[in-house]
């Protein structure tokens, strides 16, 4: 199994351009998230899914969307790329239930926006 | 709202020395809390959780509902230990809140 896969693993972008961060997951896990993790800080939520068509918003939501047709994908989009959104981006998923609850974490991406 | 705190950004021990990261919470209910490790060039991974009451590569963390923490503890730290620590709250479904983490270093 690959777990979870994320790509592209660095992307600069200029101000204003849009993108999207895949994430793959090959568990069948029900719970997919998307995290973001700027200099010194720990990790906050962007988005979460439970499931297939059924996403919520996390901490920090603005500037970005996310959609969940297929239990395997969680593509985070970002529409109109800021400076703010400068950061390395973290997709994890989660069986979802009980002792197994742990969340499986992808290698990141790391986003520069100029 | 749920807040998880690590006070250490930085932690630095010499090897075989005893090691403890701090971790403090503040939640209404009954906290689940996990410690997670990324050590270098790897993913974040899960160290250990507290309803586990595990120990795991000699790692011990005891919830201290009293004082509201959750402290990593260690006897004798080695090299491969270090990493970067981040303490966790579980919140909601399934969501995680975590602190700032804290980069161990282990001396030699």
């Known amino acids: 199994n690959a777990g979870v896969t994320q790509t592209p693993k660095f992307r600069i972008l200029k101000i204003g351009q849009s993108m999207t961060l895949q994430c793959t997951q090959d568990?069948?896990?029900?719970?997919m998230y998307w995290y973001r993790q700027d200099p010194g800080m720990g990790l906050k939520l962007i988005y979460y899914?439970?499931?297939?068509?059924?996403?919520d918003k996390g901490e920090v939501p603005n500037g970005y969307n996310v959609s969940r047709s297929t239990t395997e994908d969680f593509p985070l989009r970002l529409e109109l790329a800021a400076p703010s959104q400068t950061s390395v981006y973290f997709c994890?998923?989660?069986?979802?239930?009980?002792?197994?609850?742990?969340?499986?974490f992808g290698p990141g991406t790391r986003l520069t926006v100029l | 709202a749920q807040r998880v705190t690590q006070p250490e950004k930085l932690l630095s021990v010499f090897k075989g020395a005893p090691v403890e990261l701090k971790c403090n919470y503040s939640?209404?209910?009954?906290?689940?809390l996990f410690w997670y490790v990324q050590y270098s060039r790897q993913r974040l991974q899960l160290l250990l959780r507290h309803i586990s009451r595990e120990s795991i590569k000699g790692f011990t963390a005891d919830l201290n509902k009293g004082e509201t923490s959750f402290h990593l503890k260690k006897p004798f730290a080695q090299e491969e230990d270090s990493a970067m620590y981040y303490c966790?709250?579980?919140?909601?479904?399934?969501?995680?809140?975590f602190g700032q983490g804290t980069r161990l270093t282990i001396n030699p």
């Open positions: 994890a998923s989660s069986p979802g239930t009980g002792e197994t609850d742990t969340q499986y």
């Open positions: 568990m069948n896990h029900n719970y």
């Open positions: 966790a709250l579980k919140e909601g479904a399934q969501k995680l809140v």
């Open positions: 899914s439970v499931g297939a068509g059924i996403t």
């Open positions: 939640y209404s209910g009954s906290p689940e």
